[in-house]
């Protein structure tokens, strides 16, 4: 059973970074992929980025070269580095493992709030 379990949100000011990683309590090596998700209070949850087993990246529009996504093999986790953070980027942000094919699975973490604000 895969759990995940998301830190380092919090609160910044405009234009501000912050990272938040997502440990997973097995390996990732051979997770197809592994996204960030957000949900703004009284909105769906929306896709963020993902990053495959092979190391190919997806950005959503509006965080494109402000947000990069890694994943550290060797310590189960994924990254998701936020620059230039903007108001409109307050969500609670959601860890996400996919597997496909027999046996797959999609798994969420509990998230963590990241508040954008002065």
């Known amino acids: 059973q895969v759990q995940l379990v998301e830190s380092g949100g919090g609160l910044v000011q405009p234009g501000g970074s912050l990272r938040l990683s997502c440990a997973a309590s097995?390996?990732?090596?051979?997770?197809?992929?592994m996204g960030w998700y957000r949900q703004a209070p009284g909105k769906q949850r929306d896709f963020v980025a993902s990053?495959?087993?092979?190391?190919?990246?997806n950005y959503v529009n509006s965080v494109k070269g402000r947000f990069t996504v890694s994943k550290d093999n060797a310590k189960n986790t994924v990254y998701l580095q936020m620059n230039t953070l903007k108001p409109e980027d307050t969500a609670v942000y959601y860890c996400?493992?996919?597997?496909?094919?027999?046996?797959?699975?999609?798994?969420w973490g509990q998230g963590t709030q990241v508040t954008v604000s002065s």
């Open positions: 996400n493992a996919v597997q496909y094919g027999i046996g797959g699975f999609s798994r």
């Open positions: 097995v390996s990732i090596n051979n997770i197809n992929a």
């Open positions: 990053i495959t087993n092979f190391g190919v990246t």
